[in-house]
C-alpha cells in the first residue's frame, strides 16, 4: 500500500499521465476535425501528398493548386516530411501524421520537466511547467491547426536546448538537425545555439561550425534553392512587401530601420499577438529576456508580416516561439527567487497557475473556454460517412478538383486541383458547402455529369 501511495506522489508518474490524457485528447479531437472535413487541403492534404508520393517514389513532389506537378521545395524546404514517410508503410492515411502531431507535441513535456527540474532544482516546480505546457493556448491551438512539419520543432528544439544544458553536444546537434528539416527559417533559430555555445559556454570551434553550417544552409535555401524551384522568389517574400522585394532587401531594411519595425509591431492587433504568447506564463519570461534571443527570428517574422494570419496564436506560426517562451520562463522563475528568496514556491507556482488558466479560459481552444475550439465535437457533418466512402472509390488515378475542405481526404493521388482550379480538366470535381457559380458552370457543361448530391456536397464526373 504505501508503494502505491508513493507512486501517487510521484511527479513522473503525474506527468506521464498528463501527457497520455493530452495526446489522447487531442488525437481525438484532430480526428474528429478530419472525419467532419474540418481540415483541409492546406495545409494537411498537401502535407499527406507530399508524404503518400515520397513512399511511393515520387520524392517530395506535390501539386500546386492548379495541379501541376513540383517539388514541395517551391514552397518551403521541411524535408521533415521525407523522414515521415516510412510511418506511412504502418498507415498510409493522413491521420497518420495527425497522431505523430499530438505525440510529439505531447512529450515536449518531458524536455519542459528536465530542463525545469535541472534549472530549478525543485519537481514540484518542474512539473507545474509541464503542466502550463500542456495547457499552453499557443501549442494547443497549433496542434488543432491541420499538420505541419514546424509544430514538431516544439518539441525537438526543446531536446536540443536539454541537451545544450547538459553539455551532450551530439544529442544536441541531432535535434538541431531534426528541427532544421522542419522549416528553413529555424537553421538561424540553430544558428542562436552555435552563437551561444561560441560566447557563453566557450565551446568556440563547435558553436562557429554550427553558425557557418546553419547561416550557409540557410542562405542557399532561400536564394538559390527554393527560387529555383518556385520559378521566382520564396512566396512568402510578399508578407513583407513594406521592407523589400528581395530576401536582401528585407533583411537590410529590418536591419537599419528600427522606427519602421516599432511602428509595425504597434499596428493591427500585433501587440495582443505578444499578450497571448506571454500571458500564460504571467510575463515570467521579461525577467530572463537573454532566452528569448532564440526566438527573436520567428518573432520578428511574424510581427513584420503583413499576413494577419502570422501574428495569432490561431495557427502554426508561434511553434517555434513557444519552446523558448517556456525556456525563458523557467529561468525567469530561477531569477525571480534569486532576488526573492523569502517568497514561498507555493506562491509563484500559484501566480503562474492562474494565469495559465486564466488564458486557458478567455482565448484557448479547450472545452469550457469562452470561445472553444469543439465544433468537431458538437456540429458533426451530416451524411460524412456516405460522402467519405464515395470519396474512397475514387481511382487513385483520376485527377480531382475540390473544395479546400475536400482536398485532405482525396491527396493521396498525383495530380489534385483546388477549385476554382481544375473545374474544366479534372477527371471529377466535388464541392462541399460551396454556393457559387462555378457549380452552375459545371452543370452547364456538357463535358460533366452530376453523379452525385447530398445535401451541401455535390459531384461531378467527366463523360
Known sequence: MKKILNLIKSPELVLFTLIFIYIIYF????????????????????????????????IFQASNDDGSIVSRLSSHADFMLILLSPFYLIWSHPKMLLLIQSFVLGIGAIFVFLIAKGVLENKTLALVFSFLYLMSPAMQFTNLYDFHPVTIATTTLLAAFYFLLKQKYFLMILFLLLSGLAKEQILIINSIFGLFLLFKIKRKILGLLIVLFSLIIFFYLIWVAIPANAGGQHFALSYYSDFGDSPGEVIRNVVFSPQKIISTILEGGRIDYLRQLFMPLGFISFFAPVYLIFAAPDLLINLLSNNSQLHQIYYQYSATITPFIFISSIFGVRQFVKWFPKIPKFYITSYLLIFTLFSAYFFGPLPGAKNPNIDMFIKPLKDKITIENFLSQIPEKYSVAATNNLGSHLSQRQTIYTIPYGVDKADMVLFLKERSELIDNVKKNKNYSEVLKIDDFIAFKRK
Open 27 to 58: 488525437t481525438t479531437a484532430s480526428f474528429l476535425r478530419y472525419d467532419n472535413f474540418y481540415t483541409g487541403r492546406f495545409d494537411l492534404g498537401n502535407m499527406d501528398q507530399t508524404v503518400w508520393n515520397t513512399i511511393n517514389g515520387r
